[in-house]
């Protein structure tokens, strides 16, 4: 067995199982009502295709109950892994460490540092939760050898997943306040547009029509009945496809919203050493995620291009230990662009969010309607090798869709530094505006290409340890470049200008190397 002390995990040849001693030494089980639940899930399994079995009266040959056959091994399979893995997993919570350990022939051990810990994630399926069990994740803020980023107990009680949280984020009894945000109707209408809603429609037919079809059913023919598709030609019947498609996702997709947002609500409440940002949601299962406020460095508010005329927007907070595609990154589901204007701004305690933003010149919409130029050339070379007029026809297909992103892209861009915070603007698909704390930027680094130099134009990154580890300000005026990059490191800058010359043969130093 080995392990390690920083949110890591080792293996090791087979070893004792736990030993009497583990409840002096403090080791805990987990709870064995989730074995209770395993059960509870091979039942729940089988009962859709009995019901049919018996609403139907159709007596199904062994091909068409064979999935149903497979799916009861799989729960079974399932049930007695949890069973070992409840017999073998020890977990406990010491002043420094949170620990676990586990397996059977090869035993696990992984332990993070309480000092290291970024969120902590409770949780519950339905039968996890007639069960009274809940799933708790602590989230390490790093990846260790195995490619995890957290430490998950699954399945504690409710109450021991409650005092852990506690002693975890810290905090006591907790009063009832005004949430910052909470679930809403209406935003069911911003999560059921997109590509999203055809995939979920492709998924629900084909799980529909196989299903009819092991029972004995016929899809096809009913469809077919519904209408005289011969008399509405094809273009028609294409158009009455694509509609009740676009309409099946959508509800697939608002059932989907509403099971795993319903309950929504952001609090921050009082923690260990100031205050944590919480969210708790779900219908069937049930998820809390706090947030140490300690390690917040700013907000991130993205606005889709294909339903910005929507008002759509989705927000997400910017911390140390937490990438912006965790799904804890995210603070409020997609939802009006103003609320989520709103809530980031009481998140970050700030303003600068609503601080009046200083536009791009004109050369960064040149450079990129150059780029866009070169790139449909290309598109239309990959797709009409030889030339001639079909390469013209497919140019002048791909040639306004890729001005069009460009002029987006260039309307996007935008910058200011307002108070404590730097504020960028930037993209085509996804017009994202980020709220970064000052005193959370680490290094600056100014980037000219030789067209951007030609067009006097540059790019400033600020970098961070949290969320997309820089920040940038595309194709700023190159006058403005240094001055943007001062503000944003203060005292590092100033000596690499070339009108500045270091003191004596004195070096400078690594931290603002980065700025050159």
């Not at 995210?330 to 009481?346: H, I, K, N, Q």
């Not at 704390?437 to 130099?453: E, P």
């Amino acid at each position: 067995m080995s392990g390690a002390a920083d949110g890591t995990e080792g293996t090791g040849a087979a070893g004792a199982a736990p030993g009497a001693d583990d409840a002096a030494a403090g080791w805990q089980r987990l709870d064995g009502r989730m074995i209770l639940a395993d059960a509870l899930r091979v039942v729940c399994a089988m009962l859709p295709g009995l019901a049919a079995l018996l609403v139907t009266g159709f007596a199904p040959d062994p091909m068409a109950i064979g999935p149903l056959l497979a799916l009861a091994g799989w729960g079974l399979a399932g049930a007695i892994a949890d069973l070992v893995r409840w017999a073998t997993t020890r977990y406990r919570i010491t002043d420094t460490y949170v620990e676990r350990r586990a397996g059977l022939f090869v035993r696990t051990h992984r332990s993070v540092r309480r000092d290291r810990i970024r969120s902590v994630d409770t949780g519950a399926r339905l039968l996890q939760r007639i069960a009274g069990l809940r799933r708790v994740t602590i989230g390490a803020g790093q990846m260790n050898t195995a490619g995890e980023a957290a430490l998950t107990l699954d399945s504690l009680s409710r109450r021991d997943a409650e005092a852990l949280r506690h002693r975890l984020t810290g905090g006591g009894p907790e009063r009832e306040t005004e949430p910052m945000a909470a679930f809403q109707w209406r935003w069911i209408v911003y999560n059921v547009t997109g590509v999203w809603a055809l995939v979920s429609a492709a998924g629900l037919m084909w799980g529909g029509y196989f299903t009819a079809q092991s029972f004995g059913l016929d899809p096809g023919g009913w469809v077919g009945s519904l209408a005289d598709w011969d008399a509405l030609g094809p273009v028609r019947t294409a158009a009455v496809g694509f509609a009740a498609a676009v309409l099946l996702g959508a509800v697939g997709m608002a059932f989907s919203f509403v099971t795993e947002h319903a309950h929504f609500r952001l609090d921050r409440v009082p923690g260990e050493q100031g205050t944590v940002l919480r969210t708790r949601q779900g219908l069937f299962k049930t998820r809390e995620i706090t947030r140490d406020d300690r390690r917040l460095r700013g907000v991130t508010v993205s606005e889709p291009l294909l339903w910005r005329w929507m008002g759509m927007a989705d927000t997400t907070v910017i911390t140390t230990g937490l990438s912006v595609w965790s799904s804890s990154s995210s603070v409020l589901p997609r939802g009006p662009v103003r609320l989520a204007r709103r809530v980031a701004t009481e998140v970050i305690g700030d303003p600068a969010l609503g601080a009046p933003l200083r536009r791009h010149p004109a050369a960064a919409l040149r450079r990129r309607l150059l780029w866009a130029v070169l790139i449909a050339a290309a598109g239309a070379l990959l797709l009409v090798p030889a030339g001639g007029t079909r390469w013209a026809q497919a140019l002048a297909v791909l040639l306004p869709p890729a001005l069009g992103l460009a002029c987006a892209g260039y309307l996007a861009l935008a910058h200011t530094v307002a108070g404590g915070y730097l504020v960028v603007r930037a993209g085509a698909m996804t017009r994202a505006t980020s709220a970064l704390r000052r005193d959370a930027v680490s290094g600056v680094r100014i980037r000219q290409s030789v067209l951007q130099r030609r067009l006097g134009l540059a790019t400033v990154y600020a970098t961070t340890a949290a969320g997309d580890g820089a920040y940038a300000a595309r194709d700023m005026a190159a006058a403005e470049a240094v001055g943007f990059a001062q503000a944003a490191l203060t005292g590092y800058v100033e000596p690499f200008r070339a009108d500045a010359r270091p003191p004596g043969d004195a070096v400078p130093s690594m931290a603002a190397a980065g700025a050159g």
